[in-house]
């Protein structure tokens, strides 16, 4: 593929791309023409929590339409494709030649091969010809700069802050939000890791952390603060507690539930409108200064629990609280 593929892009118009690989021409020229997203909708549905982190799965009734064998998987997708030669292109996309020439005048072929060196014949027999690789992409829109999210200002308990942007404009995680968030969220006590996190776990333990001491928060709790922030603009979020290795069977030790605050904003007021998002747990400790938050399975309903105890004391609940909850509290009293 080398210097001959690079010689043969200069010659078609398509602009100098320094390393080739399958992805290449989504940042060169020819991705200058249109955007694209990975489509999780198909094989890629592993990212689907990621794309659409306000959902914790798809229903049942969806998978009809979005499954593996519903109905959009027989609709026409856009695919990136590694192709040998302007010939297999042609014949794949049924463009002519002349039709890829047309896309801006091509450099005279003399030129377009000047300086270059060709491997001998033998050499080219002796190089495997990869497979053609597809990945599902699909149209992505570029997002207007009314809709776009605002960073957020979230503290930890101490001295220690980040300001970045919890979704993008489609609704999806945004860079690094996951890895800054779950830094933010991590085991009390615990020494700050560095920037990005690593692409791979650091750590195997029982635990499932990522780094010792600090565990990836789940996609949905982006979108629970995005939520969170909406309905309170312009106000910061201060994380007292999130992953917390000591929570046997808490929603915490799963890295799905935060204790915070709303800087500015009673905490009644931020356990009403939690209570108004479905398949959340709301927590409300009248003795303390913090809401429980956390993210369930698609269904759950809304579970809300009062819980008088004192700092430091074993939990006690009660099933209403005057100006909070008339009754009901009981249900879920077994907290997050």
Known sequence: MGNGQRALDT????????????????????????????APESSLSLLQRYANPAVERLPEWRS?????????????????????????FTASSGASLSELESLRPPVPLEDAFQGLELPPMWALDAVATPEPRLVPVADARRCAPWRRSRPVSIYRHGAEHDVFRLL??????????????????????????????????GVQNEFGEWLPELKLVHPRLL????????AFPGRSI?????YRRDGHGSLH???????????????????????????????YYPNNSFVHVDVRPFGTGHPMWIDVSLPGKPSEYVDNWPGVVEQGALEWADGG
């Open 168 to 201: 993008e404009c489609d609704g999806s995680v945004a860079a690094d939000a996951l890895d800054r968030l779950s830094v933010l969220a991590r085991q009390p006590g615990s020494p700050r890791p560095e920037l990005p996190l690593p692409l791979e776990p």
């Open 253 to 283: 030790r799963q890295g799905r539930a935060l204790d915070l605050m709303v800087r500015g904003v009673p905490k009644e007021d931020v356990f009403r409108y939690c209570r108004t998002l479905r398949d959340v747990g709301c927590g």
């Open 238 to 242: 201060y994380i007292i507690s999130g």
């Open 223 to 230: 979108w629970l603060l995005e939520t969170i922030t909406q």
């Open 64 to 88: 009809f339409w979005s499954g593996r064998y519903g109905a959009r998987s027989t609709l026409s997708r856009a695919q990136l494709r590694w192709h040998e030669s302007v010939a297999d």
């Open 11 to 38: 010659w078609l118009g398509l602009g100098r791309i320094e390393t080739l690989t399958p992805t290449a021409w989504l940042t060169g020229p020819l991705g200058t023409l249109a955007r694209y997203r990975l």
